[in-house]
């Protein structure tokens, strides 16, 4: 019996199967690998794990289950491992978003013990932040070690699972926002004569340090903005801007739209 599962190797996957090794949570021969990409293979192959050549291999033989392939392979994915037993008391965690436990209570019908992740792609250089979900069967002993991974690799919170949709533009899409911000700054920096690639590494480097003023500061993101905002300075009129154009209204229209089509396309 492995102590970890993991079917699906990609970014995510591979991130969570590094913190799961790293954090100390299990070692790497206490872990058994899915994908259908050779060169996958060979990493998790390198790295100490078991290397199983199909999913259903994976399902009845690991106690925390890592679903991390993507939501439109989800239901192909179900129906093959619909043919396994699990083992006694096994726990699924999921990634995917959109797909909620009781879609896939609906295939694997002896499951009964889930644990439902929003996470982000920083998690692959441990700055990530994920939500977390479980249901009444998992403990909270049992639930607490797996938040434990996630928290290796950057910041945690728990919440119920009918609010995983709306999480998806806090932390799942949100990293894309953020690369849309830099982007548009440094392309306007450049437009007024700055080096691009050094416009886009200090603001980049500014939006690390303003994050931190708000985890570390203790102050709300308005009182920080008016700590910027000069009256008759430079920013209060990038701000004047911002409000003509109701950023805010827009953000929260952007918001809205991601959680809504989280339900469209969600199972």
Request: aromatic residues 8%; glycine residues 8%; contains cysteine.
């Amino acid at each position: 019996m492995y102590r970890l599962g993991v079917i699906g190797a990609g970014n995510m996957g591979m991130a969570i199967l590094n913190g799961a090794i790293s954090s100390g949570a299990v070692k790497a021969h206490e872990t058994a690998v899915f994908d259908l990409d050779a060169e996958k293979k060979m990493i998790c192959k390198g790295k100490g794990c078991a290397v199983l050549e199909d999913e259903g291999e994976v399902y009845k033989d690991s106690a925390v289950l890592l679903f991390a392939v993507k939501p439109q392979n989800f239901e192909t994915l179900l129906n093959k491992l619909s043919g396994f037993k699990p083992p006694e008391g096994q726990i699924i965690v999921t990634i995917a978003a959109g797909v909620s436990t009781g879609y896939i209570k609906s295939f694997l019908k002896q499951s009964k013990r889930f644990i439902r992740v929003m996470p982000n792609t920083p998690l692959l250089i441990g700055k990530g932040a994920s939500f977390l979900s479980k249901s009444e069967e998992v403990t909270d002993a049992e639930f607490e070690k797996i938040r434990a991974i996630f928290g290796a690799m950057g910041e945690t919170a728990v919440i119920p699972e009918d609010k995983m949709n709306e999480v998806i533009p806090v932390n799942g899409s949100s990293p894309a926002f953020v690369y849309y911000f830099i982007d548009a700054v440094a392309k306007s920096a450049e437009k007024m004569g700055v080096d691009y690639d050094t416009a886009l590494r200090l603001a980049a480097a500014t939006f690390i340090g303003s994050a931190e003023m708000i985890l570390k500061s203790g102050k709300t993101p308005e009182e920080l903005i008016k700590m910027v905002c000069s009256p008759g300075g430079t920013t209060i009129e990038a701000i004047k801007v911002f409000d003509a154009r109701s950023l805010y209204d827009i953000i929260d229209e952007a918001c809205v739209k991601c959680a809504k089509r989280a339900y469209e396309i969600g199972k």
